[in-house]
């Protein structure tokens, strides 16, 4: 199956997909000192959860795909050097509105887990109409 959305997401900061099924993605990231948010190698939140972010939009894999909100928790920290891996699934889906259900491992421990609800509008949100 092809990614039909964020077709120009550099995989070096968001991931690289590692399985994308109907409904479904798994997207590596290794984390780089350029991720740390200090001297500790302690890797910035906003990583992980951009991470998961976009496994949650390859989960939906429509065009127009967007992020309306989400609810998360961040269980564990974690350090650069390492690789974590987000894993996707759509839960439901209501018209536009797609809940999906969003967790990163580090090994297979849960480091991060998150419900996003996405929108899919009928054309993209900066085209003019």
Do not use: R
């Not at 951009?50 to 928790?73: F, I, R």
Request: net charge negative.
């Amino acid at each position: 199956m092809q990614a039909k959305t964020h077709l120009k997401i550099n995989p070096t900061w968001w991931g690289t997909p590692l399985k994308l099924s109907p409904q479904e993605a798994e997207v590596k990231l290794l984390l780089l000192p350029e991720m740390a948010a200090d001297e500790y190698g302690l890797i910035h939140g906003g990583t992980i959860f951009g991470l998961a972010d976009y496994a949650a939009m390859l989960a939906v894999n429509e065009p127009n795909v967007v992020l309306a909100g989400a609810k998360v928790k961040f269980l564990k920290p974690c350090k650069v050097g390492q690789e974590v891996i987000a894993k996707a699934k759509v839960q439901e889906q209501d018209g536009k509105k797609i809940k999906v259900k969003a967790e990163v491992f580090l090994e297979d421990n849960p480091i991060f887990e998150g419900e996003f609800i996405c929108v899919v509008p009928a054309q993209h949100v900066l085209a003019e109409n």
